[in-house]
């Protein structure tokens, strides 16, 4: 077996993984948000960016378990 599940290419995808989906949640609440109101970041946005994140590295996770390395 020996093979590491977590390498170093593996830590940049979470990395970039987890940039994506903030870059995702910033499109999504500048879509949302009122323009003559500039832009206000709510409780509700704050957790979808916790949500966001967290289920962001779930999915690598589950990833690095599934895909074999070589």
Do not use: E
Not at 10 to 15: D, E, H, M, N, Q
Not at 30 to 50: C, F, M, N, Y
């Amino acid at each position: 077996m020996g093979h590491n599940l977590f390498n170093v290419s593996r830590l940049y995808a979470l990395l970039l993984i987890v940039v994506a989906s903030i870059l995702g949640w910033v499109a999504l609440v500048l879509l949302t948000d009122d323009p003559s109101t500039g832009i206000r970041v709510d409780a509700a946005q704050w957790w979808g960016l916790a949500f966001t994140i967290g289920i962001s590295a779930a999915v690598w996770a589950q990833k690095c378990l599934t895909i074999k390395t070589h």
